[in-house]
């Protein structure tokens, strides 16, 4: 794995971190169950991995930014004593957007709340979990909680879903670098010869406004949110078999080429 430099952890006005989001509301139809709940060979949860890792980066930050999970009213829990080994930041559930456009700030860590049948599940896609995950980090912002720096709308939120298996800490330092590069595009995230991979990315907080409108138009795609303000940055090789994984046959390649990383 990438080792954090100091070039990558300033948290200048253009490159700052404000917080990072964990996508885990998908419905998960084709692995059986809820990806946020499979079990790395290393006997971690998915979703206990994909905190620790963004604990180990906001400690490397020396930074307290929020960690946020959009698992769309599952309330999965985190393991407790995660908290603990690294810098306090707060973790809390997120509400997608079209639900209620407010957020939770009671701290979640070690709560075990009662999951929902994975087949009743309905989802309005990752775009209302992101927004949610924007309108969260403003209403911080305002309250002088993430930052007194009027630049926050210049800062940026991560995205990382629970259908990849690529470090946090990782994924930070490939995509930071291009935000200097990224003139005029809000939206920064992997690709691959064919295909862009907008759950592994980066997301400028002052685009908020227009994704809440993309949205109140009843639109959900994605793609055709972003094409026109993305900036691509090209998978590292080695990743390729990290993500994207939908049934167990292809979380076990994932947790294979984890290991050989």
């Not at 604990?55 to 999970?69: C, D, F, K, R, V």
């Not at 992101?130 to 980090?137: T, W």
């Not at 090209?234 to 049934?247: C, D, G, R």
């Amino acid at each position: 794995m990438l080792e954090v430099a100091d070039s990558l952890i300033k948290a200048d006005g253009f490159n700052h971190l404000a917080g990072i989001v964990i996508l885990a509301g998908g419905a998960s139809k084709r692995m059986g169950s809820p990806k946020a709940e499979l079990i790395l060979p290393t006997g971690e949860r998915l979703l206990d991995y994909h905190v620790r890792q963004a604990l180990e980066l906001s400690a490397a930050m020396m930074s307290n930014m929020p960690i946020m999970l959009a698992d769309n009213g599952r309330g999965f829990s985190v393991n407790a004593d995660l908290p603990k080994k690294e810098a306090q930041s707060p973790i809390f559930h997120i509400r997608d957007y079209l639900s209620a456009n407010t957020f939770s700030s009671k701290n979640i860590s070690g709560k075990n709340l009662s999951n929902k049948d994975d087949k009743s599940i309905k989802t309005g896609g990752a775009l209302v979990a992101i927004e949610a995950a924007l309108q969260s980090l403003k209403s911080l912002a305002r309250s002088n909680q993430l930052t007194k720096d009027a630049s926050w709308q210049q800062s940026w939120l991560l995205v990382i879903s629970c259908d990849s298996l690529i470090p946090i800490t990782d994924l930070w330092q490939k995509l930071q670098p291009y935000i200097t590069q990224a003139d005029g595009k809000s939206v920064i995230c992997l690709t691959d010869d064919s295909h862009l991979y907008p759950l592994l990315g980066l997301y400028r907080l002052d685009m908020e406004p227009d994704l809440k409108r993309y949205i109140a138009d009843e639109q959900r795609q994605v793609m055709k949110f972003i094409k026109p303000i993305v900036q691509p940055v090209a998978f590292v090789k080695k990743w390729q078999n990290l993500t994207n994984f939908n049934t167990p046959k292809d979380f076990a390649s994932a947790c294979l080429a984890l290991n050989n990383l």
